[in-house]
């Protein structure tokens, strides 16, 4: 058998980077109708919770382990946010310009992409492409400050939580993930033109059922 070997060259990969956001408010039949453009979008921080085990004990010993419901998390951080997130982030329009706060918060979707890097091709290698679907943003901070002599822009921050959709042949999920490295390029192609949007079609988030169809054999 082969020896194992460290570091080869191109194989010292890493990952890096958060870019093309999009939001996907969450219509009322389920669906995903309309993708915005998230500008100053800065961290996305994955935080799942849940997948601990409890233990159950028979003939004095531990007899299995018990592994609980995973659940999936976020932190967003932005410098600003698209108009089509004031409802996600509960507010609601009074009239022109004038936005209630504490009103019922609308789900969302969202889909981004983070770059992939090795030695050689830095990170020119590929891409992950992220999505995530029913979130709900819970209230955060905004800490306005006086402008002085070393300015900064506020940075707004949302922890969202989400609740999993259907996926056929799998336990439901509110998170896939999409590595260009493995992924049919021409396929990739087609997903990103719905996520996207293209000359003649909307930017739309599809389910994780018009994703598997996407990437099917044949």
Not at 128 to 141: Q, R, T, V
Not at 159 to 187: F, Q
């Amino acid at each position: 058998m082969p020896k194992i070997i460290w570091d080869n060259t191109g194989e010292k990969f890493f990952e890096t980077g958060v870019s093309n956001g999009v939001l996907y408010p969450r219509a009322t039949d389920g669906t995903y109708p309309k993708g915005v453009a998230w500008n100053g979008l800065t961290t996305v921080t994955e935080s799942p919770s849940g997948a601990e085990p409890t233990a159950l004990w028979a003939d004095n010993i531990k007899y299995l382990n018990l592994i609980s419901a995973e659940e999936y998390g976020a932190t967003i951080e932005a410098y600003t946010y698209p108009d089509e997130f004031i409802p996600c982030d509960g507010s609601a329009e009074l009239s022109e310009g004038v936005y209630v706060g504490q009103q019922n918060r609308q789900s969302f979707g969202m889909a981004y992409k983070s770059l992939v890097g090795n030695d050689v091709e830095g990170t020119n290698l590929g891409f992950k492409l992220h999505i995530i679907y029913n979130a709900i943003a819970s209230p955060s901070e905004k800490p306005y400050a006086t402008v002085n002599d070393t300015p900064e822009a506020i940075t707004f921050s949302w922890e969202i939580s989400t609740t999993p959709v259907a996926v056929e042949g799998m336990k439901p999920t509110a998170s896939i993930v999409i590595d260009s490295r493995k992924a049919d390029s021409a396929k990739l192609v087609l997903l990103e033109a719905a996520l996207f949007g293209s000359e003649s079609e909307e930017a739309h988030l599809p389910s994780p059922a018009e994703i598997a169809a996407i990437f099917a054999d044949g």
